[in-house]
């Protein structure tokens, strides 16, 4: 029984790991009992391009802590893992690779292309499901699954091939956002906006019949493709302006000045040139107006042949560069002023993404975004905390005909014959808390486990993947996908700095684990999560989690040494007696407290003042002066119960301490859960 040394992660971990893999208990198949109730929840799958960073093992604390609890609690539980495709990511990473042999991918043509994929991911596509072991996740492994399997891809055509019958998905030319790069669109959700420093050109434009208006724009290279001036109706200073006619320098065609409520009167001059291919705001004003759209930028990020001959074949940068040149020629430049924006880039590969016309496969968004708001307005699913809804719905109320299609070699192949793109990986990700339980097929699991209790995500993902996923769910499967949606805390550093592995300021959760254990950062980070939005990372709570561990193994060896393996019952004798017991009574309930209302952090910070101050300093030591028996089984009685209640937060240390007890059943992972008496 007696329990060896100073607690060791390293000699501990591989082997409890181990214990609970051969036990199978991460199965619910498996589970001891009776067990009528399921509680279920689907991991997010992660890129299989990713690496554990502080975020996944935030979450991973998150969902293992709510899996682990309703386990001992007699639930029929499933934590469902798996990886992403991650079309975009995955082939650029593979692309990288390529371009360090001196290759393309168009040297390889896309069939050997999508071998190498193939070879890469097999390689390489679950380190991070590996590094979520070493966290100790308890996750069904045999249910692993890959959004490119073959039951996935099943799925994913079943679910196209129904919008597509109910007439909810429409090939069309829209302006959409395109990487020059990847060679293929975006939606709005997969932007990253850095801001730059620039210019703001002030530029004359000489109307037809005498003088000019001067017009403000960031972008003077697209003014070869205007087809009009714009000007706010409520804007006075421009009201005998309006339906007159201004020729378009370099250009040397004539276009209207009209009027539009959406241009900002505060901007630049109050007058703005449109140019209806390469900007969303003048692409609506254009349909509005019927106005003419001319492609001056091509998928390449170069000037189409639509301009006049100077500038055709440029890239947009050269472009730029000449055309300031020449209007300053023609006297036609005001002024240029300082200027700094937020300019689009790919979420990849960091491109400045353009905004050009595509042919593009769409999805009709009206009917599923009013059911998605529909479910959270009537309360079948719930956000906390409860101020994300505001996200959520802001999005849904002004979304727009989702773009699907990509112009990838990687990813899930659009099933009509005549286009050979592939669905953007958020449309196969929308389908994850069925497609993953063996949908459209009619399965178990899907019976058994849908739907789901708790999604736990990171708030930038609220509109990519939750709001879809949930009118995905009700479309499907006539109910959505899970009851809660927790968003938790983004990890920042300490200065409250976004974590970035390129500027150095990561943290890797492995090397954390290698020097302080995965309880001790398993402790810490539970320790530190509040409702706020942001989390400071401190290493100083890891540290903290380390000692209690140490206090814990410390406090156990001492009670182990003093109990005989024999369990008796035990009465209240002495004031600490009652003290205690009415104690663990407290800490029960309020732990079932917090973690039904996800106060992860506050359900660490109380079970850490509980061991260690009202057991350890009070208890364990007046226990001291009262070495009886009945003393030593309430240590043990009330060591059990610590056991138990800590195990969802620190798994390993408290197992392995669970196997020294005399009154042990077959494994801590599935004990019964305490109930205050």
Same mark, same amino acid.
């Given at each position: 029984?007696?329990?060896?040394?100073?607690?060791?992660?390293?000699?501990?971990?591989?082997?409890?790991?181990?214990?609970?893999?051969?036990?199978?208990?991460?199965?619910?198949?498996?589970?001891?009992?009776?067990?009528?109730?399921? =509680?279920?929840?689907?991991?997010?799958?992660?890129?299989?391009?990713?690496?554990?960073?502080?975020?996944?093992?935030?979450?991973?604390?998150?969902?293992?802590?709510?899996?682990?609890?309703?386990?001992?609690?007699?639930?029929?539980?499933?934590?469902?893992?798996?990886?992403?495709?991650?079309?975009?990511?995955?082939?650029?990473?593979?692309?990288?690779?390529?371009?360090?042999?001196?290759?393309?991918?168009?040297?390889?043509?896309?069939?050997?292309?999508?071998?190498?994929?193939?070879?890469?991911?097999?390689?390489?596509? +679950?380190?991070?499901?590996?590094?979520?072991?070493?966290?100790?996740?308890?996750?069904?492994?045999?249910?692993?699954?890959?959004?490119?399997?073959?039951?996935?891809?099943?799925?994913?055509?079943?679910?196209?091939?129904?919008?597509?019958?109910?007439?909810?998905? =429409?090939?069309?030319?829209?302006?959409?956002?395109?990487?020059?790069?990847?060679?293929?669109?975006?939606?709005?959700?997969?932007?990253?906006?850095?801001?730059?420093?620039?210019?703001?050109?002030?530029?004359?434009?000489?109307?037809?019949?005498?003088?000019?208006?001067?017009?403000?724009?960031?972008?003077?290279?697209?003014?070869?493709?205007?087809?009009?001036?714009?000007?706010?109706?409520?804007?006075?200073?421009?009201? +005998?302006?309006?339906?007159?006619?201004?020729?378009?320098?370099?250009?040397?065609?004539?276009?209207?000045?009209?009027?539009?409520?959406?241009?900002?009167?505060?901007?630049?001059?109050?007058?703005?040139?449109?140019?209806?291919?390469?900007?969303?705001?003048?692409?609506?004003?254009?349909?509005?107006?019927?106005?003419?759209?001319?492609?001056?930028?091509?998928?390449?990020?170069?000037?189409?042949?639509?301009?006049?001959?100077?500038?055709?074949?440029?890239?947009?940068?050269?472009?730029?560069?000449?055309?300031?040149?020449?209007?300053?020629?023609?006297?036609?430049?005001?002024?240029?002023?300082?200027?700094?924006?937020?300019?689009?880039? @790919?979420?990849?590969?960091?491109?400045?993404?353009?905004?050009?016309?595509?042919?593009?496969?769409?999805?009709?968004?009206?009917?599923?975004?009013?059911?998605?708001?529909?479910?959270?307005?009537?309360?079948?699913?719930?956000?906390?905390?409860?101020?994300?809804?505001?996200?959520?719905?802001?999005?849904?109320?002004?979304?727009?005909?989702?773009?699907?299609?990509?112009?990838?070699?990687?990813?899930?192949?659009?099933?009509?014959?005549?286009?050979?793109?592939?669905?953007?990986?958020?449309?196969?990700?929308?389908?994850?808390?069925?497609?993953?339980?063996?949908?459209?097929?009619?399965?178990?699991?899907?019976?058994?486990?849908?739907?789901?209790?708790?999604?736990?995500?990171?708030?930038?993902?609220?509109?990519?993947?939750?709001?879809?996923?949930?009118?995905?769910?009700?479309?499907?499967?006539?109910?959505?996908?899970?009851?809660?949606?927790?968003?938790?805390?983004?990890?920042?550093?300490?200065?409250?700095?976004?974590?970035?592995?390129?500027?150095?300021?990561?943290?890797?959760?492995?090397?954390?684990?290698?020097?302080?254990?995965?309880?001790?950062?398993?402790?810490?980070?539970?320790?530190?999560?509040?409702?706020?939005?942001?989390?400071?990372?401190?290493?100083?709570?890891?540290?903290?989690?380390?000692?209690? @561990?140490?206090?814990?193994?410390?406090?156990?060896?001492?009670?182990?040494?003093?109990? +005989?393996?024999?369990?008796?019952?035990?009465?209240?004798?002495?004031?600490?007696?009652?003290?205690?017991?009415?104690?663990?009574?407290?800490?029960?309930?309020?732990?079932?407290?917090?973690?039904?209302?996800?106060?992860?952090?506050?359900?660490?910070? +109380?079970?850490?003042?509980?061991?260690?101050?009202?057991?350890?300093?009070? =208890?364990?030591?007046?226990?001291?002066?009262?070495?009886?028996?009945?003393?030593?089984?309430?240590?043990?009685?009330?060591?059990?119960?610590?056991?138990?209640?800590?195990?969802?937060?620190?798994?390993?240390?408290?197992?392995?301490?669970?196997?020294?007890?005399?009154?042990?059943?077959?494994?801590?992972?599935?004990?019964?859960?305490?109930?205050?008496?």
């Amino acid at each position: 029984m007696e329990l060896q040394g100073d607690y060791e992660p390293k000699k501990v971990e591989e082997s409890i790991y181990k214990l609970w893999l051969e036990a199978g208990f991460f199965n619910p198949d498996n589970l001891p009992g009776k067990r009528t109730k399921s =509680y279920s929840i689907v991991l997010p799958p992660p890129n299989v391009t990713g690496e554990l960073h502080m975020g996944h093992a935030l979450n991973a604390v998150i969902q293992d802590i709510l899996i682990r609890q309703k386990r001992m609690q007699g639930f029929k539980t499933l934590w469902l893992p798996g990886t992403d495709h991650a079309g975009i990511a995955t082939q650029n990473v593979v692309e990288k690779k390529l371009r360090k042999e001196g290759k393309t991918r168009f040297d390889l043509g896309k069939d050997k292309f999508i071998e190498e994929v193939w070879e890469w991911k097999e390689k390489y596509g +679950n380190i991070i499901l590996e590094q979520l072991k070493r966290m100790g996740a308890s996750c069904d492994w045999s249910r692993t699954r890959f959004t490119m399997d073959d039951q996935y891809a099943k799925a994913v055509e079943t679910a196209f091939l129904h919008y597509h019958k109910k007439g909810w998905i =429409y090939q069309g030319k829209r302006v959409v956002n395109w990487c020059t790069r990847c060679l293929t669109s975006l939606s709005d959700l997969e932007l990253e906006y850095k801001e730059e420093k620039s210019y703001l050109w002030y530029l004359r434009y000489p109307l037809k019949k005498g003088g000019h208006i001067i017009v403000a724009t960031t972008r003077p290279e697209t003014m070869l493709g205007d087809t009009a001036v714009a000007v706010n109706p409520k804007d006075k200073r421009y009201k +005998n302006f309006i339906g007159k006619k201004v020729i378009l320098p370099l250009v040397n065609q004539e276009i209207p000045i009209i009027a539009d409520i959406l241009i900002d009167k505060n901007f630049g001059t109050g007058a703005v040139k449109v140019t209806p291919a390469h900007d969303l705001t003048d692409y609506e004003i254009s349909q509005k107006n019927g106005l003419k759209i001319i492609e001056a930028i091509d998928e390449r990020g170069m000037m189409t042949k639509n301009v006049p001959l100077p500038y055709q074949n440029l890239k947009v940068h050269e472009a730029r560069d000449k055309v300031v040149e020449d209007l300053k020629k023609l006297n036609l430049l005001e002024k240029i002023e300082d200027y700094s924006h937020q300019v689009p880039k @790919c979420y990849r590969c960091q491109t400045t993404v353009e905004l050009i016309p595509s042919l593009q496969w769409f999805l009709r968004m009206d009917i599923l975004a009013k059911e998605a708001i529909k479910a959270v307005k009537s309360g079948q699913v719930k956000f906390v905390p409860k101020r994300w809804e505001k996200v959520y719905f802001d999005w849904l109320k002004n979304v727009k005909d989702w773009c699907i299609s990509r112009q990838l070699w990687w990813g899930h192949k659009i099933p009509l014959k005549e286009t050979n793109d592939v669905l953007d990986t958020w449309f196969s990700a929308a389908l994850w808390p069925f497609a993953a339980m063996g949908w459209p097929d009619k399965t178990k699991d899907l019976n058994a486990f849908y739907p789901g209790n708790v999604l736990s995500t990171d708030r930038g993902i609220i509109n990519l993947w939750v709001a879809r996923m949930i009118f995905s769910g009700l479309e499907f499967m006539k109910k959505p996908p899970f009851q809660n949606v927790y968003i938790h805390a983004t990890v920042m550093t300490k200065e409250g700095k976004r974590m970035s592995k390129s500027l150095g300021t990561g943290i890797d959760p492995i090397g954390l684990i290698d020097k302080y254990g995965a309880d001790a950062v398993r402790f810490g980070i539970a320790y530190q999560i509040t409702e706020g939005q942001d989390m400071k990372f401190i290493e100083d709570n890891i540290i903290m989690g380390k000692k209690f @561990c140490n206090k814990l193994w410390n406090a156990s060896k001492f009670v182990l040494m003093r109990i +005989n393996e024999k369990q008796a019952s035990y009465k209240i004798k002495t004031a600490a007696d009652k003290k205690i017991l009415a104690d663990l009574n407290k800490i029960i309930k309020s732990v079932d407290k917090d973690l039904g209302a996800f106060r992860f952090g506050k359900a660490a910070h +109380n079970l850490y003042d509980f061991f260690w101050h009202d057991f350890c300093d009070k =208890y364990i030591e007046s226990s001291k002066n009262q070495p009886d028996e009945n003393t030593k089984q309430i240590l043990l009685h009330v060591l059990t119960s610590s056991l138990k209640l800590l195990h969802p937060f620190i798994p390993f240390i408290t197992e392995e301490i669970y196997q020294k007890l005399p009154n042990k059943k077959t494994c801590l992972i599935v004990e019964n859960w305490p109930r205050p008496k």
